[in-house]
């Protein structure tokens, strides 16, 4: 099982990125996944989810300035974000769940900073 993020950079405060988290070898309609975020000397935290039936969930510190979004026939979950602020500098992890499976992917740096 593979996931890959893609998308990650540097971006000024007020700009936008997409995220990308690409998922091999699994069922992946099946999957609740997620992207989380974690910077250095700090747990790792939720951004946002989406269900297998689409249903979506936000962490406030995002909510109204992101749209996680699935696309099942290419395996692959997005992290639209916009009006990026300095505090949303961390690196971003995808992360596919379903009953007792858990897989992680190796992350994908965000830097907004001007």
């Known amino acids: 099982v593979r996931l890959v993020e893609s998308g990650g950079g540097l971006v000024q405060p007020g700009g936008s990125l997409r995220l990308s988290c690409t998922a091999s070898a699994i069922s992946f309609s099946r999957y609740t996944m997620g992207w989380y975020r974690q910077i250095p000397g700090k747990q790792r935290e939720l951004v946002a989810i989406i269900t297998s039936g689409g249903i979506t969930n936000y962490a406030d510190s995002v909510k109204g300035r992101s749209t996680i979004s699935r696309q099942n026939t290419e395996n692959t979950v997005y992290l639209q974000m916009n009006n990026l602020k300095p505090e949303d500098t961390a690196v971003y992890f995808c992360?596919?769940?379903?009953?007792?499976?858990?897989?992680w992917g190796q992350g994908t740096q965000v830097t907004v900073s001007s």
């Open positions: 992360k596919a769940s379903w009953e007792s499976r858990i897989f």
